[in-house]
Each structure stands twice: as C-alpha cells, then as structure tokens.
C-alpha cells in the first residue's frame, strides 16, 4: 500500500517552454502533498507544501510564479515549470502523507521526474 | 539551511560487513525518518523512530536516536551489494508536517 506515482518519468523540453509533472496517490488519500527538487549527488531540498483545495506554501526563496503548484484532489498534485530554463534542469521528487499523529506520519515518495531543459 | 548532516559522505565496505551511518540535527524533532535511494530513483522510507524512542530494529536495520546530541545512527547489519544507495536521514520537528533531509551518505557494497 502507499503508492505514490509521477508522470512523466522523464522530459526533456526547449527552453522557454512549460512542463507539468503530475503526482498521484494510487491507493490512499493524501492530505498533503510536497514537491521536492534534487541536484546531482545533493540533498532533497523541499519547494513547496501543499494541501488538498488550497494555496501551496512556498519554501524561502522559491518562485511561486515560476513553479505552479495545484492540489486540485486528495489523490493528485501537479507541478507546472513555467518558462523552463536550463538551470531549472533537475531532478523533482513528489511524495504524500496521511495524517495520522505528529510523531508517526510518513510520506510516501513517488519514483521522480528527471526534467532536462535544453 | 541544511538541518541534518551526515558521515560519513561515502562508504565503501565489502559484502558482509556492517555499514553504520550518523546523522547530526540542529533543532528539536518530533521524528527522525531513515529513507534509501537508489541512482536516479525516488525514496524507500526504511524506519521511523520517534523522538521519545532510543533504539528500533527492522530487520537488518537498526536506529539509534540521542536526543541530548542531536544525533541519530543508522546501522545494516550483514551488508548485501543489493544495499548499494544513497542513505539519508531527515527530520520532523516543531508543529509543521515538513520533512528536512540530511546531506546522506553513499555506500557501496562490493561483492
């Protein structure tokens, strides 16, 4: 149990161009979802939180505008690159959580979008 | 800001052996999460252990958490090549749901 999927598992686009990368929870409702982005050989670095039918929550120093995030269900969340550049190449990582207790919750991490902007 | 750090960076052992990871923390936690990565893939959650928890096993794994350092081991027992990947720690803390990750640690288990 606990499936969190992405789509698409790989892209490569022009630049200047926008991206969607869809992530779903297939066999749970996610109360919350969080778009992670990873560089080569580095650390998670969490971008955004977001919450089923409201704003996402943006982490210092990202861009709302150039990363769209939109939580439209329990079950799916969607990161949209906008105006892609070659430095917004990277590796972006999805997961979900159910709320259980504060000290017990995990997130469920989908299988990650490799995005290559040329 | 990085909340956990961990070493070593990369670990190189031959099958078998144990591999032990540490992670350090900065603030307080509510958790403290052991997550794998395999190259180019998404994360595997391995153990959690609470922040009233001093020890927990799940089966060749096992966790020790210091709250007094601010410090967490990650020990696998009888190493596997099939253990090959990027180990890292990340802490819940305060109120919030957010997981922070630790810089993680790459091992390498050779045959």
């Known amino acids: 149990g606990a499936v969190v999927s992405q789509h698409p598992s790989r892209v490569i686009c022009k630049s200047g161009t926008s991206v969607k990368i869809e992530c779903r929870s297939l066999?749970?409702?996610?109360?919350?979802m969080f778009w992670y982005r990873q560089f080569p050989k580095q650390s998670l670095m969490l971008m955004a939180t977001?919450?089923?039918?409201?704003?996402?929550?943006?982490e210092q120093g990202v861009e709302k505008d150039k990363f769209l995030i939109n939580h439209a269900s329990l079950t799916l969340s969607t990161l949209t690159v906008t105006s892609a550049h070659p430095e917004d190449s990277s590796f972006y990582i999805c997961?979900?959580?159910?709320?259980?207790?504060?000290?017990?919750?995990?997130?469920?991490f989908g299988p990650g979008t490799r995005l290559t902007v040329l | 800001s990085q909340q956990g750090e961990e070493d070593p960076q990369a670990l190189s052992i031959q099958e078998g052996e144990n591999a032990t990871m540490n992670c350090s923390y900065k603030?307080?936690?509510?958790?403290l999460q052991w997550y794998r990565q395999n190259s180019g893939r998404g994360l595997v959650h391995l153990i959690l252990?609470?922040?009233?928890?001093r020890e927990k096993h799940s089966g060749r794994l096992r966790v020790t958490l210091d709250t007094s350092k601010k410090s967490s081991s990650l020990l696998i027992t009888a190493s596997r090549a099939a253990d090959t990947a990027s180990y890292f720690c990340?802490?819940?803390?305060?109120?919030?749901?957010?997981?922070?990750f630790g810089t993680g640690t790459q091992l390498k288990v050779e045959l």
């Open positions: 990340a802490t819940r803390g305060g109120g919030g749901n957010k997981l922070t």
């Open positions: 997961s979900a959580s159910y709320r259980t207790d504060s000290l017990t919750d995990t997130q469920y």
């Open positions: 603030t307080s936690i509510n958790n």
């Open positions: 977001s919450n089923e039918g409201s704003k996402a929550t943006y």
């Open positions: 252990i609470r922040s009233n928890e």
């Open positions: 066999d749970f409702q996610a109360t919350t």
